[in-house]
């Protein structure tokens, strides 16, 4: 009988165009919960593994990198999949038996996917015990381009999360606004906050040990929505390391390299648009 089952199986593989297959659950839920700030997400899945972005206000956008060699299996029949999904729904799946941490199971996931206008089906398994489920997949938005090059690319700082976790938690985030200072002179790089308090600011000298890297060609000043900023919060409380990038037009890209517990390495990158009602010329 369970020859027949796993023959069955694999025949019944066949029919999708996208499959893939990982031991730990945890290794996906935990990336996603790191851009889980809207209910719904667009999943682009490549031979390279899957791409899944969430956007607010046309504002900033979060893309979550989830490679193909976290996958102990992963096999795609098409160039590119698209779809959109309930983000939300998704994460409740894959968190179905407990998050796991403390009992120290191991969620298994296979993830199916049959095509254009079929749902994504999700099987489970934790100690023997198996759950199905069905996820309706929606029609794909445009999403959006930030036309974030590296060719325009004006300043780059790689650093340590745990340094800007200690200066977010000590800004004021009651302020509407977060200035990012970048210079290849003194102050090199500064945070800014301008709260019910008073203003508050945290420098970070460019040979400090938790800087890995400082590329700052010219000095900018560009101001940012904390509503927009306060969802890379999550990703940046899961990485070790960040890099903070801004191009010409003061666009912020803020990449977060989050290793998983099999010691895989994911990334998440959030694109913010600088605040507009802030960079009106001194008349």
Known sequence: MPMALSTQEAADDDQFVLLAKIDNARSVSNILKAIHFK??????????????????????????????????????KEEQITFKINLTVLLECLTIFG?????????????????????LILMLEEDGVLTDCSIKTLEPDEVLDFNFCSTNVVNKIIMKSECLKEAF???DMTSDILEFLMSPDAPYFRLSTFGNAGSTTSDFPKDSDMMESFQCSQTQTNRYKVSLLKPSVKALALSS????RTDNRGFLSLQ??????????CFVEYYCAPDEDLDEPDH
């Open 241 to 244: 390391r960040v890099s903070i």
């Open 39 to 76: 209910e719904t997400a667009t999943v682009f899945a490549s031979a390279m593994g899957l791409k899944v972005t969430v956007e607010d206000a046309k504002c900033i956008q979060a893309n979550a990198f989830i490679q193909e060699g976290i996958f102990q299996e992963f096999t795609i």
């Open 169 to 171: 938690n000590e800004l």
């Open 99 to 119: 998050s796991g941490a403390v009992s120290g199971a191991c969620t298994s996931l296979k993830m199916c996917y049959r095509g254009y206008g079929c749902p």
């Open 256 to 265: 977060y390299m989050i290793k998983n517990e099999d010691g895989q390495v």
